[in-house]
């Protein structure tokens, strides 16, 4: 293999002729049409050699890039060619004589990826993320990444006191992001093959717009440890014997081998390790459940459109959505659910109910519910719901001149969709807010740290994350201009959980708020979740949250300032106690 030096002269021989000699192609792949968004990235990677069809000529734009491939492409599109050869990395799954294993082996050169002895797989055939894909672009093109660039960041998705902060805004300054996506950025999100030819071809539109010729950074060279190739994996722990025969007589042997998926197999044996460990949160879903789970976060789902609670022993339905099928069918908050489908649900848990009412578009369902003493039955077709996260409406009149905005989950929209409504609602001078998260199980951090901007003056500590001993710090970057004296109440319960605990436990310590209602569910910790390229994923926890004055709440939940129980007659929408004491205080000030 070429050293550093001859590497690093061939790449900026390789920028030089891209800015001297542009090229442009037309596709030729049969699923890449001239009007896809990312055309003109594709034909240009096509031209090159880079990329090239599978199949009778099919790109496969839609489908996730893994990381093999897609380090195979960010090296040739900097110039790098290798010639065939062995080439031996310290991973256990890059076979020496693979495709792939000089990108790998260049890559720990350059210092650009690590070796982690525990962690001894490269994983070549995961996707990668987008922030991943972002961190290899940038060193390979020439752009730099200063860590102290104090340039504004235009996406709200991405927590600015994150290590990763300077390669996103080094991508946004270069233009390396994906437009339509504004003001999002979403770092973790699978990278297609479409998406990584178009970061790609804009790092090389970035390159070709710059008056001064880039060059690949002078990275300390990565000096191989070849003790690591005989490093522990799980093919050296003694009980994988064990697992890979029973493995191997199920497939091979059972009377029922006709009856089962071998990949379940494999996903039952991943789910049991991930219970075997003390981590309440760690969770393993199989690609069916999982998409139900992204779909969550995205406030999507396939259902019927009611919010459901426990009360008394009993399943209650809450709210209806308006135009929901539920609706639709005739449901009414108030409504107690006696069976689904003919089948009592009395011995369900809250999960099993949920799993029996969600299903695909189109299906039906029936309920049978009692209403005031009398048994009905209602049939539900199911469709698509486009849960708005964020309302600016209650079931009970509340006086004009106090606002009101309820937040039912963190999405991936929450926070952009809480701003706006705040900004309606403060435009008509009211004379408080209230804030409603009862039943609000939490989502993404970083949509709660993104609202909290709104509320907590700048460089004021907003949480903090304790990993592995080691604390760190997030800081409002926000205006926090609300009027000292304006009063704003926010109404908690038993399900008022992790995201919307941070914004209650924030918003309560910096004392800008009165917690109103019952002790919060207590989820004081922050899982990190890793989607795969078979649809599955998997989520466990890498760090405990703080409040600003670094306490933790795990397990035993945020004390309202204020507490109110919820009556019968609030539990099937009559009445709402806790939202007219914050009524009441807002009016006594």
């Known amino acids: 293999m070429k050293d550093k030096s001859t590497f690093s002269m061939r790449i900026a021989a390789a920028m ?49 890039v893994s990381k093999a491939a897609f380090f195979k492409i960010a090296f040739q599109h900097a110039g790098y060619l290798p010639t065939n050869g062995i ?47 972002l961190k290899l672009i940038l060193p390979l093109e020439g752009i730099p990444a200063p860590l102290n660039d104090s340039s504004p960041l235009i996406f709200q998705d991405v927590i600015t006191d994150s290590l990763s902060i300077h390669y996103i805004k080094a991508a946004q300054n270069a233009g390396i992001f994906l437009p339509e996506e504004q003001p999002y950025f979403f770092p973790n999100r699978v990278l297609t093959r479409a998406e990584a030819a178009y970061l790609v071809h804009q790092a090389e539109i ?37 697992f890979l025969n029973i493995w191997t007589k199920l497939n091979a042997e059972s009377i ?5 998926d071998p990949d379940d197999l494999i996903y039952g044996a991943i789910s049991g390790m991930v219970q075997s460990i003390p981590d309440e949160q760690a ?29 008394e022993d009993q399943f209650l339905i809450v709210t209806i959505l308006d135009g929901a099928p539920a609706d639709k069918a005739g449901l009414k908050a108030g409504d107690i659910i006696l069976k689904i489908d003919g089948e009592e649900v009395s011995s369900y848990s809250i999960d099993d109910l949920l799993d029996a009412i969600k299903g695909p578009s189109g ?51 929450t926070a952009l969709d809480f701003e706006q409504l705040l900004e309606e609602t403060m435009a008509s001078n009211p004379h408080g807010l209230i804030i409603d998260l009862r039943d609000n199980p939490g989502g993404y951090v970083d949509a709660a740290i993104s609202i909290l901007d709104l509320f907590i003056p ?17 800081t409002s970057t926000g205006a926090g201009n609300i009027p000292e004296d304006f009063p704003i109440m926010i109404l908690v319960n038993e399900n008022t959980a992790s995201a919307s605990e941070i914004v209650a436990g924030a918003m309560q310590v910096h004392d800008v708020a009165t ?75």
Do not use: C
């Not at 001064?212 to 000096?223: S, V, W």
């Not at 049939?379 to 009970?396: G, H, K, P, Y």
């Open 16 to 64: 030089g002729i891209f800015l001297i000699i542009p090229q442009f192609a037309l596709a030729s792949f049969r699923d890449v049409g001239s009007l896809h968004p990312y055309y003109d990235a594709i034909s240009s990677l096509e031209e090159k050699g880079i990329v090239k069809g599978v199949g009778e000529n099919f790109f496969r734009p839609d489908e996730p």
């Open 87 to 133: 080439y031996e990395t310290p991973f256990t799954d890059v076979p020496a004589d693979s495709w792939f294993a000089p990108y790998v082996k260049t890559a720990l050169s350059l210092n650009l990826i690590k070796f982690n002895p525990d962690s001894p797989d490269f994983k070549g055939d995961q996707p990668i993320t987008r922030l991943d894909a």
């Open 206 to 242: 970035y390159r070709n717009s710059l008056s001064y010729p880039t060059e690949l950074p002078d990275f300390e060279t990565f000096e191989l440890d070849n003790s690591y190739l005989n490093g522990s994996s799980i093919i050296d722990n003694d009980k994988f014997p064990i």
């Open 256 to 260: 029922y081998k006709d009856q089962f």
């Open 283 to 311: 969770l393993f879903q199989d690609p069916e459940s999982a998409l139900e789970f992204e779909q969550s976060l995205t406030g999507n789902y396939e259902g019927i459109g009611t919010i459901i609670d426990i009360f």
């Open 363 to 413: 299906t039906s369902l029936t309920m049978t519910v009692d209403r005031d003493g009398r048994q009905m039955t209602f049939t539900v077709t199911r469709e698509e719901i486009a849960l708005d996260t964020v309302f600016f409406q209650s079931s009970l009149d509340v006086p004009a001149d106090i606002g009101y905005i309820a937040i039912y989950q963190f999405t991936e929209t």
């Open 458 to 474: 700048k460089g004021e500590v907003i949480v903090s994350f304790n990993i592995s001993g080691e604390k760190t710090y997030t």
């Open 515 to 589: 917690l109103i209602g019952t002790q919060t569910f207590g989820k004081g910790t922050v899982q990190e979740v890793n989607f795969y390229n078979d649809g599955s994923l998997f989520k466990f926890t890498i760090a405990e949250w703080l409040t600003p004055d670094e306490q933790s709440i795990n397990h035993t939940g945020l004390i309202p300032d204020i507490v109110v129980e919820e009556t019968k007659s609030d539990a099937i929408g009559e009445t709402d106690s806790q939202l007219e004491k914050a009524i009441q205080e807002i009016q006594k000030r």
